[in-house]
């Protein structure tokens, strides 16, 4: 069973639509965060949090945003979606400090996004 | 910020070669150092990490060094099989942040 999952897997849209990706985890954990990554360029961090009244701006947050809804549930969204937004993003929950796993990150299996 | 390189970008070996991807981070604070494996279709996973105070760590058929006055860590993969093929990606935290910088990752492929 997936700890965390993702939807859609896939999406199309066009220019200047607003798109929501979803992210929701049963591993209890309270740290979430969404990343994005393109051919060649690794995983690059959009925003995180650290529990349900703490967002924070990861290092490519322009024209992104996030609501954290509940401890298991953080949604991306594109509030008007260009085509260099078209790329694969990921989900990924992490433990509390103390617990010895607090650095380990657990991914979803990713969205598929294609702005056209 | 932290500023991690990874190479070679893409690696092609053998089945039963080994294979080492080399890593390099720019922020001497940093104290954690995993590696992703990420198969077609799926999310990153965890396969293994080692913490500063450490220089060497096993895990049946990988390994990872780090080398911290050089600032460099290494994967290595020994007999290498075609389930091997995937894309792999280092990382570095700074002790407290908790939050990894990524290398822009290896494509590990394995000819049978």
């Known amino acids: 069973d997936a700890d965390v999952t993702q939807t859609p897997r896939n999406r199309i849209t066009k220019t200047g639509k607003r798109i929501m990706l979803e992210c929701s985890q049963t591993k209890g954990h309270d740290r979430m965060y969404w990343y994005r990554q393109d051919p060649g360029l690794g995983l690059q961090l959009i925003y995180y949090s650290f529990d349900v009244k703490d967002i924070n701006k990861g290092e490519i947050s322009d024209g992104y945003s996030v609501s954290r809804q509940a401890q298991a549930k953080f949604s991306l969204s594109l509030e008007s979606a260009i085509p260099n937004q078209t790329a694969l993003y990921f989900c990924a929950t992490s433990d509390l400090p103390g617990t010895g796993k607090q650095e380990t990150q657990y991914f979803g299996p990713g969205t598929r996004l294609l702005v056209l | 910020g932290e500023n991690v390189e990874q190479h070679p970008s893409t690696l092609s070996v053998q089945e039963g070669d080994s294979a080492v991807i080399k890593c390099t981070y720019s922020?001497?604070?940093?104290?954690?150092f995993p590696w992703y494996k990420q198969e077609l279709g799926k999310g990153p996973q965890l396969i293994i990490d080692i913490r500063s105070n450490v220089g060497e760590k096993k895990d049946q058929r990988i390994a990872v060094t780090l080398n911290k006055t050089a600032k460099h860590f290494s994967l290595h993969i020994t007999e290498t099989q075609p389930e091997d093929s995937a894309v792999y990606f280092c990382a570095a935290s700074i002790g407290g942040s908790y939050i990894p910088t990524f290398g822009r990752g290896t494509s590990l492929i394995v000819h049978p």
């Open positions: 922020d001497s604070a940093s104290n954690y």
